[in-house]
Structures are given as C-alpha cells and as structure tokens.
Nanobody, 115 residues
Framework: QVQLVESGGGLVQPGGSLRLSCAASGSRSNILIMGWYRQAPGKQRDVVATITNSDETYYSNSVKGRFTISRGNAKNTVYLQMNSLKPEDTAAYYC?????????WGQGTQVTVSS
C-alpha cells in the first residue's frame, strides 16, 4: 500500500490561486491512476482531476480550464494547480492512488475560498 500526504491548502480570495501537492511513498507498483477529489460539508466526495501513468488527464466540468493536474519529475508527487478559484471550490481536497490492488487516500487538505 502506498502512503499519501497532501499539502498546500489554505485560505485564498476569490480569483486567487493555490497549488496542492501529494507525495506518495511506499510501493507504487500497483498504481495506475492518481487523482484529486474534494468533499464539501454535507456533500459527497467527488472527483476533481485524475492522471494516468501515461499522463492522460481528466477534469470535472466544474474545474476544466481552471485547474491543472501534473506529476513531478520523480513521478512520486502529483500536483493540482488551481487558478481562478471560486467560493464553490471550498472543500477538503483528497489525493487518491488507484490500481487493481490499490485504493489509498491521503488525510486531506482544506481549501477555503472567501473574501
């Protein structure tokens, strides 16, 4: 199992930017897809963006054109660059690693967009 640690959350004004990081450690051989999910209070956890081992990306419609998912050079870190943030982006953001024998989550990092 892989261990995931997120960082980079915080308070930002509408229109601002943040970059989230997810550092993966442990055995990464079973990982096919890395992704970012978010969960607002009282709502279900939804996918934000994913990236495959071949760097194919997916974005939810709500963030397309504003957020960018990418990998670090060592492939053990995944980033989520968030631009033009809106109040509705406020949520706890979670990193996920998925594969046939893998479905690990980080502890989450809070993003609050407010003036």
């Amino acid at each position: 199992q892989v261990q995931l640690v997120e960082s980079g959350g915080g308070l930002v004004q509408p229109g601002g930017s943040l970059r989230l990081s997810c550092a993966a450690s442990g055995s990464r051989s079973n990982i096919l897809i890395m992704g970012w999910y978010r969960q607002a209070p009282g709502k279900q956890r939804d996918v934000v963006a994913t990236i495959t081992n071949s760097d194919e990306t997916y974005y939810s419609n709500s963030v397309k054109g504003r957020f960018t998912i990418s990998r670090g050079n060592a492939k053990n870190t995944v980033y989520l660059q968030m631009n033009s943030l809106k109040p509705e982006d406020t949520a706890a953001y979670y990193c996920n690693a998925w594969g046939p024998k893998e479905n690990s989550w980080g502890q989450g990092t809070q993003v609050t967009v407010s003036s």
